[in-house]
């Protein structure tokens, strides 16, 4: 069972259509991130997100943490071939999820993003 | 600043053969996660090193260990290598703010056993 859901697993657009990354869980967490990564490359964080509710803009993506802290969505707007890419959430359990706070993250599968010239 | 540096870049091993990978963190990063990236599973945690202490492990065999030196560079090592250890091995550094939890990634050691 995968403690943090990530959908859609693939998506392949054209260029400058928008497009949202879910990332759920029936868990708690205390902080989540998303990173991107490129094949052969370790993963780089685009974001972390703390508060229930937090809204965070990175240029033409737009992160978003759920209100109760087990959700998360990524949105980019007028997607470009250079945001092709693994996309992956993250985050860090709450304690009394039963998380331990050191230096684990639990990460959802992945979408794999393609944009299309 | 640097960033997380990890060495060799591509290894590759024979089975039941024994591997030692190796890590620099961030100047500064004192916390070390190592994970385990297979196109099946997924980033899966390995351990957490903090001080040289291991405080964190997880669901992983014996054969995986690591550890952690005074200047907060950690290797890992893998015994008796399987075919299944192939994959790609990512240290990751953090400051280790527990609310954030922030990693920060190296560009991981390719591993493949034959």
């Known amino acids: 069972t995968q403690l943090l859901e990530q959908s859609p697993q693939f998506l392949s657009i054209q260029e400058g259509e928008n497009l949202t990354v879910y990332c759920n869980s029936s868990?708690?967490?205390?902080?989540l991130q998303w990173y991107r990564q490129e094949p052969g490359e370790g993963p780089v964080l685009l974001v972390t997100?703390?508060?229930?509710?937090e809204v965070k803009k990175l240029k033409r993506l737009t992160f978003q943490f759920g209100d109760a802290r087990k959700d998360s969505s990524l949105h980019i707007t007028a997607a470009q071939p250079g945001d092709t890419g693994l996309y992956l959430c993250?985050?860090?359990?709450?304690?009394?999820?039963?998380?331990?706070?050191?230096?684990?993250?639990?990460f959802g599968q992945g979408t794999i993003l393609t944009v299309h010239p | 600043k640097a960033g997380v540096t990890q060495t060799p870049r591509y290894l590759i091993k024979t089975r039941g053969q024994q591997v030692t990978l190796s890590c620099s963190p961030i100047?500064?990063?004192?916390?070390v996660s190592w994970y385990q990236q297979t196109p099946g599973q997924g980033l899966q945690f390995l351990f957490e090193?903090?001080?040289?202490?291991?405080?964190n492990k997880g669901n992983f065999p014996g054969r995986f260990s690591g550890r952690q030196f005074s200047n907060s560079r950690s290797e890992m090592n893998v015994s008796t290598l399987e075919l299944g250890d192939s994959a790609l091995y990512l240290c990751?550094?953090?400051?280790?703010?527990?609310?954030?939890?922030?990693?920060?990634f190296g560009p991981g050691t390719r591993l493949t056993v034959l």
């Open positions: 990751a550094s953090s400051q280790m703010s527990v609310a954030y939890n922030e990693q920060f």
């Open positions: 868990s708690v967490f205390s902080s």
């Open positions: 997100v703390v508060t229930g509710g």
């Open positions: 993250a985050g860090a359990l709450a304690p009394y999820a039963g998380g331990t706070s050191y230096g684990k993250l639990t």
């Open positions: 100047s500064g990063h004192r916390s």
């Open positions: 090193y903090f001080s040289e202490t291991q405080r």
